[in-house]
């Protein structure tokens, strides 16, 4: 499985019988992919991707090629009923499995996770997060999502300086890649959360 990063919160996910999109924007320039994944439902304005037969946008349980999805209804916004104001938007997380391997992006979430969410969502593998002043999770909680989620590998997002921010998050210790390429389980930490900045693509 291969990892590539393009803009923001958007990847291209590849495995040896399926290419997903996740969150194409105008920046990302032309992709390819057979299906995409929008963490923002209908309110998104997604780039096209060359040969993309379906766009899941919506929470709910469905499966394409091989790979089972789950997408959780979240928000950009706190909803804590002690704290004033409304929810913002809604945003989608979704949880994935690529040759084994489960992955959840976490979309443009502003809150921190239940216990029934963390639940639902269940054992992580890689863990993509935005962070930084661009995302809607300030530091503390999202080293709170990232203690309740426990990945093995965890992957920024944003649009600004990712090892500068991921740092302020959760580690000093952290790895620049291209693209993370993950051959089976046994390349995955048993130990440790690997924190890698992935570089953005041409």
Known sequence: MEITWHNNTCFTIKDKGATLVINPDSKCGKLKGDFVLSSLGENEKLSEVE????????????EIKDVPIIGFQAWTKSKAKEEAGDAGESTIIFRFQVDGIKICHLGELGHTLTSEMLKEIGDVDVLMIKVGKS???EAKKASEIIEGIEPRIIIPMGDEDLESALKGVWSDKVEIMDKLVIKSKADL???????????KAD
Do not use: H, Q
């Open 51 to 62: 040969g993309a037969t379906r766009i899941f946008d919506w929470p709910g349980e469905y």
């Open 135 to 137: 995302s809607n999770l």
């Open 189 to 199: 930490p048993e130990d440790k959360t690997r924190c890698i900045v992935l570089s």
